[in-house]
């Protein structure tokens, strides 16, 4: 009886540690599931629906070849945003390798958002093809009946294809003399670049789509914003009413700004975009930008973070900016900190985002919860 006793209180403590509750944020340190097991839905979006948030992200192995896609996309549901139920993948890659998303292709920055008019869930990803390193530069789109999934894959995109952006003068769609010899960097490159040099390059065939983001805004009208003309200008582009295609209303932001990683939220009528310079899998200092339209035009209002490491943005990079429910235009920077020698690694870094003078401001804090706001 006493080696059951003892079997018995073992249980006990072992199922109480994995199951027990958490009631805080501790950015940067390995966050739990319900299982025990360190989330693992990398460059994420969370969205909210009938009392539940449905946490979507890129799911990693260890290795460096677990930044390629050998599973899919992950799902996590919460109650409460600090304890999370692992629903396991609800966008697998497929063994076929004539399929775009065949095992070992790229898959980053999976969003999901709800269409009211008909009833289905949108993921939109950012998709490489298979052995074709960063060229391919797609949108893709998956559907599904469920928040939990399975999604269905669709098609894949280079946006806008054969379409300017809107308010594109021009005189600037056709090429100015001499412009393919310009050395890079260059201050006339890059003037060359916020004249359009890559819009007209990519015109034919579509205009990239590498890191991106999903937004819906009061109006229920959706877009994509994402990083394109290799990474050099973010693109807003407008989806149409069933959220699986584009309207051909575009615009671009910051024209040869180097931004990736968009991440966007609306509060008091005003747009706001939080962002990241290109570094690779390093870090560096965010950009903030605010407008009255989501077409613009963008002021950029710098860095909005503060604090030790500011300038590295806690060695992290914006994925999403999640509205809190039940708090009246309160919001969550979502970002990770990559671990790309052992992607599975990586962890996540979850800010109150507060105001300061109509800027947003993201302050270090080593543990929080939603008594902030």
């Not at 056709?174 to 010899?181: D, P, Y």
């Amino acid at each position: 009886m006493k080696v059951l006793s003892f079997f018995v209180m073992v249980l006990s403590l072992t199922t109480s540690f994995v199951f027990s509750q958490s009631n805080s944020f501790i950015p940067g340190k390995q966050w739990k599931d319900t299982d025990g097991v360190h989330i693992n839905a990398h460059g994420g979006g969370v969205i909210y629906d009938n009392g539940t948030y449905y946490w979507y992200g890129e799911y990693k192995t260890s290795g460096r070849s677990g930044n390629t896609s050998l599973q899919g996309i992950s799902c996590y549901s919460s109650k409460d945003l600090y304890n999370w139920e692992n629903e396991g993948i609800v966008l697998k890659v497929e063994n076929d390798l004539n399929s775009e998303i065949t095992k070992g292709c790229i898959i980053e920055r999976p969003k999901v958002v709800f269409n009211k008019k008909t009833g289905k869930y949108i993921m939109w990803f950012h998709l490489e093809l298979k052995n074709q390193g960063y060229n391919a530069a797609r949108a893709a789109v998956a559907v599904s009946d469920s928040p939990k999934g399975p999604f269905v894959y669709k098609k894949s995109f280079r946006p806008n294809k054969g379409v300017w952006p809107m308010d594109f003068d021009d005189k600037f769609k056709s090429a100015s003399i001499g412009e393919n010899r310009l050395k890079s960097w260059t201050p006339e490159w890059l003037e060359a670049i916020k004249n359009g040099m890559l819009v007209r390059r990519d015109f034919d065939k579509g205009q990239m789509s590498r890191d991106m983001t999903v937004f819906v805004d009061d109006n229920d009208k959706a877009y994509l914003i994402h990083s394109s003309e290799d990474n050099l200008t973010l693109h807003i582009s407008e989806l149409t009413d069933d959220y699986l295609d584009f309207t051909e209303k575009w615009t671009r932001v910051a024209p040869a700004g180097h931004n990736e990683a968009p991440a966007i939220f609306k509060k008091n009528g005003i747009y706001y975009m939080i962002t990241s310079g290109c570094t690779g899998w390093d870090p560096n200092e965010a950009r903030s930008f605010r407008s009255k339209s989501i077409w613009g035009p963008w002021e950029s209002l710098g860095n909005p973070c503060v604090g030790r490491d500011a300038e590295l943005t806690f060695y992290s990079q914006s994925t999403y900016i999640l509205p809190v429910q039940g708090k009246i235009d309160q919001f969550i920077f979502m970002a990770d900190r990559w671990k790309p020698d052992n992607p599975i690694d990586g962890s996540y870094i979850w800010l109150p985002i507060k105001f300061d003078k109509e800027k947003p401001v993201l302050n270090w804090l080593g543990t929080w919860n939603l008594d902030v706001f």
